[in-house]
């Protein structure tokens, strides 16, 4: 604190990232990235754009991002007009609170989702109500059909329980709640879910936002986006270019092209990821975790007899990082990423260790 911050830095609570470590050796598996690299593709496309000497990079990039977005309207059947990218998903979301959400109503989302999202109402003094989930850390679709709201934002699979609501739950509660947006992230919806987005055809509310940073293996590079009616992609654009008017730049823009239409690439990836979980899955068990349903690239665990904060501080002294978030409801479990086979190979032998 300093007399020179002024009353909005002061009033902010910032959100705390996963640990990034610059120690050699460690398996990570605490921030959800892909254990694969990203498409060969992706690598190319952006050598070609440096090109030998970089003098592209002299250049502004194109601030629409004309090239990614045509990729990714083909991608998802829908026109370039329905499609808003940004640095991260972090970004977009950021704008749609703004642009959005920010009503007179509260709006909704659940006690335990992406922490990142109640650090943004604070940032843009949304006002906003939680909605608790069931004690098996389902989404009740009822609790967002029957209440006043400034709008809705569900991430899907939710994070971190990893759990996933059906489709048809979630066009419930787009056609229950006209008035106002319904915003979906679809963070992990590749790894075993399936997407909104074909629903935004029919509901002019409703908003998907996806992140190239899970299962495309582009964490590195910060490149999300949203779909949804032409009318509130409008006014994401009228956020973004009162903020800043390049927020991809050229690295990105090729990179991210190239990532979206490698299709065959992606899904093997994420199929690559699926079966990793399933056999992590089969082994936490034997071992006597909990272990919730996951639809995601990470699982959510806890073991009846140890405490969560004493494991995650094992596994540390191990080399193994895992994600332990001290909330209510929540401070029993570990989030784990889904890493390499032989990364997860490793968590379990050494997870047996700590237990035996
Ligand atoms: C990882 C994550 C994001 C942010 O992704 P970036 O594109 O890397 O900013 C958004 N929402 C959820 C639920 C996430 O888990």
């Known amino acids: ?5 002024s009353q909005v830095a002061r009033d902010l609570t910032p959100y705390v990232p996963g640990e990034q470590p610059k120690i050699a050796n460690l398996i990570k598996l605490n921030t959800n990235e892909h254990p694969c690299p990203p498409s060969p593709k992706v690598v190319a496309a952006i050598r070609a754009e440096l090109g030998d000497d970089g003098a592209r990079l002299r250049l502004y990039p194109d601030p629409n991002a004309d090239l990614l977005k045509t990729a990714i309207a083909s991608r998802y059947a829908v026109t370039p007009q329905q499609v808003f990218v940004g640095n991260g998903s972090d970004e977009v979301l950021a704008h749609i609170f703004m642009a959005l959400l920010k009503h007179e109503q509260p709006i909704l989302f659940p006690d335990i989702t992406y922490s990142f999202y109640p650090v943004y109402c604070g940032l843009y003094g949304v006002a906003h109500r939680t909605v608790p989930l069931a004690d098996d850390f389902s989404i009740n679709p009822t609790d967002y059909c029957n209440q006043a709201n400034g709008g809705i934002i569900i991430a899907n699979p939710n994070a971190p329980t990893g759990r996933l609501l059906p489709l048809a739950e979630i066009e419930r509660i787009a056609a229950a709640n006209p008035q106002s947006v319904v915003v979906i992230d679809e963070a992990y919806v590749d ?25 495309r293996s582009l964490a590195g590079l910060r490149v999300g986006y949203a779909i949804g009616h032409g009318d509130l992609i409008e006014a994401l654009e009228r956020v973004k270019n009162s903020f800043n008017s390049y927020p991809l730049d050229r690295l990105a823009i090729v990179g ?27 082994e936490l068990a034997a071992l006597g975790f909990e272990v919730l349903p996951s639809a995601a690239n990470f699982i959510f665990a806890r073991h009846p007899q140890r405490d969560a904060a004493e494991l995650a501080k094992a596994l540390r002294e191990r080399n193994i990082i895992v994600r332990h978030f001290k909330l209510p409801r929540i401070d029993q479990f570990l989030r784990i990423t889904i890493g390499s086979r032989a990364e997860c190979a490793t968590l379990g032998a050494i997870l047996s260790d700590i237990l035996s």
């Open 256 to 282: 991210a092209t190239a990532a979206i239409a490698d299709q065959e690439y992606f899904e093997k990836a994420s199929q690559e990821v699926v079966a990793t979980r399933e056999q992590l899955i089969a």
């Open 1 to 5: 604190m300093s007399r020179f911050w």
């Open 191 to 215: 790894f075993g879910g399936e997407s909104a987005i074909p629903l935004t055809a029919r509901h002019d509310n409703l908003l998907v936002v996806h992140t190239l940073s899970k299962s």
